[in-house]
Protein backbone atom coordinates (compact mmCIF):
# COMPACT_ATOMS: atom_id res chain seq x y z
CA UNK A 1 0.00 0.00 0.00
CA UNK A 2 1.12 3.40 -0.86
CA UNK A 3 2.36 6.03 1.91
CA UNK A 4 -0.08 8.68 -0.21
CA UNK A 5 -3.18 7.90 -2.46
CA UNK A 6 -5.99 9.38 -3.65
CA UNK A 7 -9.91 8.94 -2.23
CA UNK A 8 -12.92 8.94 -4.12
CA UNK A 9 -13.49 12.89 -3.47
CA UNK A 10 -9.06 13.23 -5.21
CA UNK A 11 -8.19 14.29 -1.40
CA UNK A 12 -4.68 13.37 -0.53
CA UNK A 13 -4.96 10.39 2.12
CA UNK A 14 -1.97 8.46 4.17
CA UNK A 15 -1.20 5.45 5.39
CA UNK A 16 1.85 5.67 7.29
CA UNK A 17 4.09 3.27 9.45
CA UNK A 18 2.48 3.02 13.27
CA UNK A 19 6.21 4.49 14.24
CA UNK A 20 4.74 7.91 12.27
CA UNK A 21 1.58 8.08 12.83
CA UNK A 22 2.03 10.33 15.68
CA UNK A 23 3.86 12.98 13.37
CA UNK A 24 1.17 12.85 10.46
CA UNK A 25 0.13 16.12 10.75
CA UNK A 26 3.54 17.22 9.90
CA UNK A 27 3.60 15.71 6.92
CA UNK A 28 -0.33 16.53 5.52
CA UNK A 29 0.78 20.34 6.31
CA UNK A 30 3.84 20.06 4.36
CA UNK A 31 1.67 18.55 1.74
CA UNK A 32 -0.90 20.88 2.17
CA UNK A 33 1.09 24.25 1.98
CA UNK A 34 3.02 22.37 -1.53
CA UNK A 35 -0.11 21.46 -3.32
CA UNK A 36 -2.56 24.38 -2.20
CA UNK A 37 -3.26 25.91 -5.47
CA UNK A 38 -2.53 22.35 -7.97
CA UNK A 39 -5.12 19.89 -9.03
CA UNK A 40 -4.48 16.15 -8.06
CA UNK A 41 -3.29 14.72 -11.41
CA UNK A 42 -1.00 11.22 -11.58
CA UNK A 43 2.28 13.68 -11.78
CA UNK A 44 1.28 15.71 -8.55
CA UNK A 45 0.32 12.38 -6.88
CA UNK A 46 4.01 10.78 -7.77
CA UNK A 47 5.74 13.71 -6.66
CA UNK A 48 3.66 13.88 -3.75
CA UNK A 49 4.32 9.99 -2.81
CA UNK A 50 8.07 10.76 -3.39
CA UNK A 51 8.26 13.66 -0.51
CA UNK A 52 6.58 11.31 1.39
CA UNK A 53 8.70 8.47 1.30
CA UNK A 54 11.71 10.93 1.53
CA UNK A 55 9.97 12.47 4.84
CA UNK A 56 9.49 9.14 6.19
CA UNK A 57 12.99 8.25 5.34
CA UNK A 58 14.39 11.10 7.57
CA UNK A 59 11.96 10.36 10.10
CA UNK A 60 13.62 6.96 10.54
CA UNK A 61 16.82 8.32 10.62
CA UNK A 62 15.95 10.70 13.06
CA UNK A 63 14.84 7.63 15.31
CA UNK A 64 17.68 5.81 14.86
CA UNK A 65 15.55 3.21 12.45
CA UNK A 66 16.28 1.67 10.04
CA UNK A 67 14.97 2.74 6.50
CA UNK A 68 13.63 -0.87 5.92
CA UNK A 69 10.80 -0.53 8.41
CA UNK A 70 9.50 1.40 5.87
CA UNK A 71 8.58 -1.77 4.08
CA UNK A 72 5.70 -2.93 4.79
Known sequence: MPIVSLNET???????????????????LMLSR??????????????????SINWCMSKAKKNGLSEKCLCR
Not at 41 to 47: E, I, K, M, T, Y
Request: aromatic share 8%; hydrophobic share 45%.
Open 10 to 28: GSYVLTLPGFLRAEQKELE
Open 34 to 51: IFADRNNSPANLALAQQL
